[in-house]
């Protein structure tokens, strides 16, 4: 097999270790801000779980062996002074590892306890013959295969309660040794892989390459972490599941291991040129869960989809822009579904959403908005919120658009006008001489603040009147720092430098502002938006959200909304004329 490109060199404590479809990666991040000594396989499937502890070993000793674990798209490996051990997917499902030296591996159940409803169960299976653990957590079973070399050691075979529960793998004849682990449900054949550990490596580097040239074939000097954008993205799609309809790209491998309603819109952006099939079931998986009344989910997971919040209407906007990345068209018949669900959804916030005799909708709480804890939701939390209708206004413009489209032409104007009247209403209830305000939806009181969710309207672009858009684009260059957007002004009492919604800097927010700026005729400021967060994710990852003053990657660290913005501003970036020139 011909050797792949190996791809950008990463940290496993900021990126899981993973490849595309699988549900499970390799890491030391088992829980929320939970780091451990040892690398884990981490499943994701009935929530996040740590559930086998892989340790490093002396030869001889049996104690824990010190390593640094260097990792790259296809392989991952533990260095010591007296050996390696080397990781690669052979499949979603199966991991293989080969160990040299003096190097032992020890394959644990993280689990310290066994009780009758948690932990996990470690046994023989002679039909296989193999060692195979058991996870109340996931509902699945880890089978652990020795190809080649010998058992060291055995621990807690068939325990109950508290024990020690694991397999050590050694070389038997001072040589290598070979093993490998796979997740399934209830029972498989005896694992029959005949595919040498280089070629499984070869293989994978080979499905990643393909991958970041589909999605970034643009890439060059003047975009160095696209690859590694890819990687997350990649790295980060499970194969469909449980409640997972479709191929996913979680939020993340670590603990943001969920589609949340907006957040996946950016996802499908980002791949619609390269990886169209992918991109439309990123756009189209909330959806498969739409309620009866037009609402989506807040969130999907392998296990549950909850319903408790919404996400905000950019649906509409996204689709506008699918329909012109897309390298496939979509066909009539999916255009008069994606009708049919965006209107769906539209009506949702004119319905459920509208107090009587209001024109306006609203949210019930600042996670509805996205913006979970934006100081815009101080005073109150049913709010009426500009971004809110702003959004709706471009849902109903893609909707007149896809109405005409299907040759709908009293639907197309039927839209076309309560985009219109919606946007009349907007400026005459919410904007107040120099800004747009809140109101308490049962209060009728208004507020403005010194978050940035305030200024969001300016997503409307070439709709808006050109003083308004004037307005909105000074104020938002108050909120820039060196790195990008802070989401609440930095000399605000309120601002918080890891305080969420309230100064960090955000990657949505940052390409949705920037594509409002740019269609409304502000290309400079948008040109400098775009290229301080291109230099923060350069520097600093693809992080949750930043420190808006030191540009310090907080939270879940492995981002796909982050990534995928990158993907759009540095492509952007390249069309317009920045340098590109591929020399990967």
């Not at 007296?82 to 499902?93: C, M, T, V, W």
């Not at 060692?131 to 190809?147: C, D, I, K, Q």
């Not at 439309?280 to 009866?292: E, K, M, S, T, V």
Request: proline letters at 5%; a negative charge.
């Amino acid at each position: 097999m011909t050797a792949a490109h190996s791809g950008p060199a990463f940290s496993v404590h900021d990126i899981p270790f993973s490849t595309h479809g699988s549900w499970f990666d390799i890491s030391p991040v088992v829980a929320e801000k939970t780091y451990a000594d040892d690398l884990h396989l981490v499943s994701h499937q009935n929530g996040m779980h740590g559930v086998l502890r892989l340790t490093p070993m002396h030869r001889g000793s049996g104690g824990r062996a010190e390593t640094r674990v260097e990792a790259t798209p296809g392989l991952l490996s533990w260095i010591g002074e007296q050996g390696r051990i080397d990781l690669a997917y052979e499949s979603p499902d199966t991991v293989r590892l080969r160990g040299s030296g003096d190097l032992d591996l020890g394959v644990f159940a993280a689990a310290p306890t066994l009780t009758p409803f948690s932990g996990t169960y470690f046994f023989h299976d002679p039909a296989a013959d193999a060692h195979v653990f058991t996870s109340y957590e996931t509902g699945r079973r880890y089978r652990v295969t020795v190809l080649s070399g010998a058992v060291a050691r055995v621990d807690g075979p068939q325990a109950l309660a508290g024990s020690e529960r694991g397999v050590v793998t050694t070389a038997s004849d001072g040589g290598a040794w070979e093993l490998a682990v796979e997740e399934f449900e209830t029972a498989r054949p005896r694992y029959a892989g005949t595919t040498s550990f280089d070629d499984v490596v070869a293989s994978a580097r080979a499905s990643f390459a393909r991958f970041v040239d589909a999605v970034a074939p643009w890439r060059g000097a003047a975009t160095p972490a696209a690859e590694l954008a890819a990687y997350v993205l990649w790295s980060a799609t499970v194969a469909p599941a449980g409640l997972v309809t479709r191929p996913a790209v979680l939020m993340s491998k670590h603990w943001m291991d969920k589609v949340w309603s907006w957040d996946h819109c950016f996802n499908a952006f980002a791949l619609a040129a390269g990886c169209p099939d992918l991109a439309r079931d990123q756009f189209a998986l909330p959806f498969d869960h739409q309620d009866a009344t037009g609402a989506l989910p807040d969130s999907v997971t392998h296990s549950e989809v909850l319903y408790n919040f919404v996400k905000p209407p950019i649906h509409g906007w996204t689709h506008g822009h699918l329909r012109e990345r897309l390298s496939q068209p979509p066909t009539r018949a999916e255009l008069a579904d994606t009708y049919a669900r965006l209107e769906r959804w539209t009506e949702f916030w004119l319905t459920a959403r509208r107090a009587e005799g209001s024109e306006l909708p609203y949210y019930q709480h600042g996670n509805d908005s996205g913006w979970d804890n934006a100081t815009t939701f101080d005073p109150e939390r049913v709010v009426v919120t500009a971004d809110l209708t702003a959004f709706l206004i471009l849902q109903m413009h893609e909707l007149a658009h896809l109405a005409d489209v299907l040759e709908m032409r009293e639907e197309a104007g039927r839209w076309t006008r309560a985009a219109d009247d919606l946007q009349s209403t907007l400026l005459d209830q919410l904007w107040a001489q120099d800004r747009f305000v809140a109101r308490g939806a049962a209060s009728g009181d208004t507020w403005s603040t010194d978050s940035l969710l305030d200024l969001m309207p300016v997503v409307l672009g070439e709709h808006l009147p050109e003083h308004i858009s004037s307005t909105l684009a000074d104020r938002i260059k108050a909120h820039l720092t060196p790195y990008g957007l802070a989401t609440e002004l930095t000399t605000s009492p309120h601002y918080l430098a890891d305080g969420y919604w309230r100064g960090p800097i955000w990657a949505p927010a940052t390409v949705l502002i920037e594509d409002g700026l740019r269609r409304a005729g502000h290309e400079r400021l948008a040109d400098d938006i775009g290229a301080r967060f291109r230099a923060l994710c350069e520097a600093h990852g693809f992080a949750e959200n930043f420190d808006a003053l030191t540009g310090t990657g907080l939270r879940d660290r492995a981002y796909t909304w982050t990534a995928s913005s990158y993907l759009l501003l540095a492509e952007a970036h390249v069309r317009r004329g920045g340098q590109g020139d591929r020399d990967h």
